[in-house]
């Protein structure tokens, strides 16, 4: 499986962005699909995920009603659609893919073995 993220750039707080992720090998009907971030200096941390077999999405709480996560199996895409951007959403943004089919509360947790090559978000205050 490999994936191919795209759409980062520099946006102004409270501004959108959309990022979006394209995968080859499987189709994404069949992966647990995930964003993740890493901030300068810090840990790369889960932002939102998807198993596969339903739609439902787990976010962390710092982005929930701000982002939106959705899948296109026709394109084998998924998207992050991002608003009211903050400075501190600033990083880099990975795709992610599993596998696995978790119950939904180990989304976040679960070891991702697929990994986009990351896209860099900037926000200025």
């Known amino acids: 499986v490999q994936l191919q993220a795209s759409g980062g750039g520099l946006v102004q707080a409270g501004n959108s962005l959309t990022l979006s992720c394209t995968a080859s090998?499987?189709?994404?009907?069949?992966?647990?699909m995930a964003w993740f971030r890493q901030a300068p200096g810090k840990e790369r941390e889960f932002v939102v995920g998807?198993?596969?077999?339903?739609?439902?999405?787990a976010y962390t709480d710092s982005v929930k009603g701000r982002f939106t996560f959705s899948k296109d199996n026709d394109r084998n895409t998924v998207s992050l659609q991002m608003n009211n951007l903050k400075p501190e959403d600033t990083a880099v943004y990975y795709c992610a893919a599993s596998k696995l089919n978790p119950v939904w509360s180990m989304v976040r947790t679960i070891p991702y073995d697929y990994w986009g090559q990351g896209t860099l978000v900037t926000v200025s205050s």
């Open positions: 998807m198993r596969w077999g339903d739609r439902k999405t």
């Open positions: 090998g499987r189709t994404v009907s069949s992966l647990t």
